[in-house]
């Protein structure tokens, strides 16, 4: 079965860190760029961070610049989204996807993993 699976979500203080994972199963992640979105309640989904299928460029929202570090281990066959100094506004879930070279749309994408920051 094709899928990605995150993991590492969870409640956590503001200023604290989480590592969240994704995971692929059933296909190589060295050709996919990944994605980490989030959606909070109420909220459209938002993009927070990408990293690139070759060199690792990355991406990375305003929002969470300088607080969160995306990277991928192609031999785990795993992306990781470190995040750092979490604030409340950050609480959401959050869903890994992959885009295939040159395409325009996303073709996998995981069931998604909460995180809460609250005190």
């Known amino acids: 079965q094709l899928q990605l699976v995150e993991s590492g979500g969870g409640l956590v203080q503001p200023g604290g860190s989480l590592r969240l994972s994704c995971a692929a199963s059933?296909?190589?992640?060295?050709?996919?760029?990944i994605c980490w979105f989030r959606q909070a309640p109420g909220k459209e989904r938002e993009g927070v961070s990408c990293?690139?299928?070759?060199?690792?460029?990355?991406y990375y929202a305003d929002s969470v610049k300088g607080r969160f570090t995306i990277a991928r281990d192609n031999a785990k066959n795993t992306v990781y989204l470190q995040m750092n100094s979490l604030k409340p506004e950050d609480t959401a879930v959050y869903y890994c996807?992959?885009?295939?070279?040159?395409?325009?749309?996303?073709?996998?994408w995981g069931q998604g993993t909460q995180v809460t920051v609250s005190s």
């Open positions: 996807a992959a885009r295939g070279t040159g395409r325009a749309s996303y073709e996998y």
């Open positions: 059933g296909f190589s992640l060295d050709y996919y760029a």
């Open positions: 990293i690139s299928s070759s060199v690792g460029n990355t």
